[in-house]
């Protein structure tokens, strides 16, 4: 087991990185318990295949427990799911010292979080990611909230979890496909600021893929190191924490147009959010190339990993996609949360591991780099 701090004063919290730690999270918990007491949040699929383990932990550490499963997906990230877990807890007489566990992926940290921060003027929550992209990313940092019809996490707090337990054993059960949308979040942090961290991914990616527990626990435990560097510094976002938005605010357009998961193609969801990212940071490259701070190499050297592994780049092979609107895609990214003063602002990269943020790109140039990556290129003559 490897173990970060994330380090905020008082506030500071552990973050276990490792193998079977949801059979040992009763003994982990214990210490950061005010009472040993805890209400556990899942979902049902993460629920039916690790919530009888968790309790069982929980027992053997003396912690009594009580806890709720939600439907599983992003729409339980509601109003209404939220109202209705509130109630259940205040129903189930949860005090200010009970402890509340979020067991699942970032659906039910955000929620769950965001009920922790407002339950009774706060109370401490424990966050155990069972998805790649939580653990290399939702579950660390304190970011909570839930979605509404204006958008998503347009309602939120900060509330940060007083320890985070990322088993990699648990990743074993997710889909292929989910693990792969994480894993655009761990290319994400090479990208950013580490190119050697970028390197050991082209070599090392394939092997986490496939299962290798010490490759997981690397590459979890490096894009956890980076994310709470940057929470350190910046916990609420008014600066270089916006670095970790490489790639979000294009692929923020593409999730509007599909609908924020909820356009499904063959019964599933078309385009999750890390699949979004995936093609939003390469979209973010070639704006850069196209700007001239960035070496053509670098953009493909990413284009090629992510390949390599089997994201979808390209906006234009993305199976189900709806015909792409270059107009409404520019719309939404100018309703991007992060926009400041009606402007938005763009994470660029001089290269792999040199993101940097520009708040004064060139709309046109924006623009040309979204026309040419959606629409139908013109054939060589
Ligand atoms: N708070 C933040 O800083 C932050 C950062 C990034 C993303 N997010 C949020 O995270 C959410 C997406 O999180 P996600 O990708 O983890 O999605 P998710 O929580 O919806 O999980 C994806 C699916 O995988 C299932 N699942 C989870 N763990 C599993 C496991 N171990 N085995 C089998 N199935 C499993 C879930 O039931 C769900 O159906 C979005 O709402 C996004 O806004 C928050
Ligand atoms: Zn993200």
Request: glycine content about 10%; some cysteine; proline content about 4%.
């Amino acid at each position: 087991m490897r173990t970060l701090t994330v380090s905020l004063a008082d506030r500071s919290y552990p973050i276990h990185i490792g193998v079977g730690l949801v059979e040992r999270a009763g003994a982990l918990i214990a210490p950061v318990l005010k009472r040993p007491r805890v209400f556990i949040v899942t979902d049902e699929t993460v629920g039916g295949l690790y919530l009888e383990s968790l309790l069982k932990s929980l027992d053997t550490a003396g912690i009594r427990h009580d806890h709720v499963v939600l439907p599983a997906g992003e729409g339980t990230k509601s109003f209404a799911q939220l109202e209705a877990l509130l109630e259940t807890l205040l129903a189930a007489r949860v005090e200010r010292s009970t402890t509340l566990v979020a067991l699942g992926g970032g659906v039910i940290g955000d929620l769950t979080g965001f009920a922790a921060a407002i339950l009774l003027r706060g109370v401490d929550f424990v966050q155990i990611p069972t998805t790649l992209l939580s653990q290399v990313d939702s579950s660390v940092g304190g970011k909570t909230g839930i979605n509404t019809r204006h958008g998503k996490n347009l309602v939120g707090a900060f509330h940060q979890p007083r320890l985070v337990l990322a088993d990699t054993t648990v990743l074993d059960s997710l889909p292929r496909r989910q693990l792969l949308a994480g894993y655009a979040e761990v290319v994400k942090y090479g990208v950013i600021d580490d190119p050697a961290f970028f390197g050991w991914l082209e070599k090392h990616g394939p092997e986490l893929l496939d299962g290798d527990a010490k490759a997981r626990i690397h590459a979890i435990s490096t894009a956890c190191e980076a994310k709470a560097r940057v929470v350190a510094e910046d916990e609420r976002e008014s600066g270089c924490r916006a670095l970790l938005n490489l790639g979000h605010t294009f692929g923020h357009a593409f999730e509007a147009e599909t609908g924020y998961g909820a356009s499904l193609h063959n019964g599933e969801a078309t385009l999750l959010h890390g699949e979004a990212v995936a093609m939003g940071m390469v979209l973010a490259l070639d704006l850069s190339v196209m700007i001239g701070v960035c070496p053509p190499e670098d953009a493909a050297r990413l284009r090629a990993h992510m390949e390599a592994v089997g994201l979808i780049v390209d906006p234009r092979q993305l199976p189900g996609a709806p015909d792409w609107d270059v107009e409404r895609l520019l719309e939404h990214m100018g309703h991007d949360k992060k926009v400041l003063d009606g402007r938005v602002t763009y994470v660029l990269a001089r290269g792999i591991g040199q993101a940097y943020l520009c708040r004064d790109t060139d709309p046109g140039r924006v623009r040309a780099a979204m026309t040419e990556a959606v629409t139908e290129r013109t054939p060589a003559p």
